[in-house]
């Protein structure tokens, strides 16, 4: 049978299928301009009649009503018509059926189901079957559970680019299956932490310095502090982010030092020195259709002024290096600055709320959780050495107490450091102990996930092979500590301050700094760590 001859016969079964149906109408037949016959201005409903039947070729019909027809022809259609073999089967696609089905007759509706890969730091990927509407918190709490790891409401997916050299870390409302849509082939989804995400909602003021926020209507106010969230997320208010930044000029590697102004309307610059008036005013990029991401090439590759540079990207550009958006920072406090205003300005209250829901989460699982953590702000040291416990209101008494503590936990341990013995190797099964990577790598580490106080992870010296070095940020900063081998009266120990506190293993080292400033400028408090899926 060829093809003109299957048409004819599908027509003529679509033709005796409507015929046989019988379908109540919802609204009065319409004159032309929309206006009703007298014969029918009073009957309250019509005679049963075919989707054929009801339209007439000299007859006008609404938008709404053509809309319906379509949807009741759709309806017969998918409902009634059975499975139909498909005369061409090598002209499907391997995913596609070599049967027809009756929804794909007249056309393809999208499936429920996509299937994603996500990859880890280390390169690993895992295809991962979704529905359409999963967002990107729904995915990140499914890869927690399917690869056991702790659900700290830090881990994020991460839009990649290596083509470009982009990746951004997505909203947790945002669809995964838009997202998706809008990559290459070369692009990808990485599953990392990003304890940054909304560390600006706890600390506003170490992301908004004072002198780059100001009210639109106003050219020397700015935001009070106790405002100063409140402003970005109420839609009625005005606030901007200004200053000096560096742009690449499009289609060219030459840079220009513009005074910059982002707005809720969008990101412009002025052609007058710092000028603000409207006519001085050009738009650079709007917020809309697009989205702000981390350059991650270095500054090579762009000849950047230096290596605080970010992005925005449309939407719609998928491998076009000549549309990017190419912007410079002065340091990384600003470029953080950009970066985030561009979120607020772009989603508003929509932010506020993903940082809200895990924390009513947890306020529900609170009763079948373990005991609640408090606030270091809220630890006070204790003597129990009488009968009841007091709490030491002497700052000398009790840093005496605590270095007490740290001595009978020295003496407490069953054996002494050895190469050979468990507490030499047991630090290595800890996710935030990274083994031989070098400097620039853990530099890298803590960079991508959030360069927030107190991130750190530990590995092998690269100087010193019997020494570990505890890697740690801090207002931004990421510092090293070299942790060297003492010993102390035939035994071997491990001492960040030149032996003043000694520890038996590095997993000991740790939890005393958590608990401990001691000698680092803060205390441990988010292990840098990676998962293989």
């Known amino acids: 049978m060829d093809l003109e001859a299957l048409v004819n016969d599908m027509n003529s079964s679509f033709e005796s299928l409507y015929t046989s149906c019988s379908v109540q109408t919802e609204s009065t037949p319409l004159l ?46 998918t409902s009634s018509l059975p499975a139909i073999p498909n005369p061409f089967p090598e ?119 004072e002198q780059m926020v100001a009210f639109c209507q106003e050219t020397s106010g700015t935001i009070p502090p106790s405002q100063l969230l409140q402003n970005f997320l109420n839609s009625r208010s005005c606030p901007e982010i200004q200053g ?43 917020l809309e259709d697009s989205n702000v991401f981390t350059v991650i090439t270095g500054r090579k590759l762009h000849n950047a002024p230096n290596d605080f540079e970010f992005c925005i990207k ?16 002065e340091d990384e406090q600003s470029r953080t600055c950009w970066m985030t205003a561009f979120r607020l300005f772009k989603y508003g209250i929509l932010l506020y709320q993903n940082y809200k829901i895990p924390q009513q989460r947890k306020t529900l699982l609170s009763h079948f959780s373990a005991p609640r953590s408090v606030s ?10 009488g009968r009841i416990g007091r709490v030491i209101d002497n700052p000398m008494e009790a840093q005496s107490a605590a270095m007490e503590e740290g001595h009978a936990w020295r003496v407490r341990s069953p054996s002494p450091l050895h190469p050979s013995s468990l507490s030499g190797v047991i630090h290595r099964t800890q996710l935030w102990f990274h ?65 003043a506190t000694k520890f038996t293993d590095l997993i000991q080292l740790v939890e005393f700094y958590v608990l401990n400033r001691g000698v680092l400028p803060c205390k441990l408090k988010h292990p840098c760590t990676t998962v293989a899926l």
């Open 435 to 499: 083994s031989r990577i070098s400097r620039e790598e853990s530099h890298k580490m803590i960079h991508q996930q959030g360069r927030v106080d107190g991130m750190f992870l530990l590995r092998d010296s690269q100087s010193n092979p019997k020494a570990f070095v505890l890697t740690l940020c801090h207002h931004q900063k990421i510092k090293h500590f070299q942790i060297l081998p003492c010993e102390e009266d035939g035994q071997m120990f491990l001492s960040l301050d030149d032996g």
């Open 32 to 77: 032309h301009n929309g206006q009703l016959p007298r014969h029918a201005a009073y009957h309250t409903h019509a005679q049963p009649t075919s989707p054929h039947q009801r339209l007439h070729r000299s007859q006008p019909m609404h938008i709404l009503a053509v809309r319906r027809l379509q949807e009741e022809e759709q309806q017969y259609r």
């Open 91 to 209: 002209l499907c696609s391997p995913a596609s059926s070599p049967t027809l089905s009756s929804g794909s007759l007249p056309q393809c509706q999208p499936s429920g189901k996509y299937i994603i890969k996500v990859f880890s730091e280390d390169g690993m990927g895992k295809a991962v079957e979704i529905p359409a509407d999963m967002t990107a918190r729904d995915l990140c709490q499914f890869l927690v559970y399917k690869n056991h790891c702790v659900d700290d409401n830090s881990w994020a997916l991460v839009e990649h680019h290596p083509a470009l050299g982009l990746e951004r870390c997505l909203e947790d409302h945002e669809l995964v299956v838009q997202v998706q849509a809008s990559m290459t082939s070369e692009s990808k989804f990485i599953f990392r932490k990003n304890y940054a995400k909304y560390e600006f909602f706890k600390n506003p003021l170490n992301f908004f310095p």
């Open 244 to 286: 000096y930044l560096y742009v690449k000029e499009m289609g060219r590697k030459s840079w220009k030092k513009l005074y910059v102004f982002l707005r809720r309307s969008g990101l412009y610059f002025s052609t007058k020195g710092t000028s603000k008036e409207p006519r001085h005013l050009q738009l650079l990029a709007d």
């Open 376 to 385: 270091e702000n809220s630890l006070v040291a204790m003597d129990f050495s």
């Open 314 to 329: 449309p939407n719609k550009v998928r491998n076009e290096v000549k549309e990017l958006r190419m912007l410079c920072a």
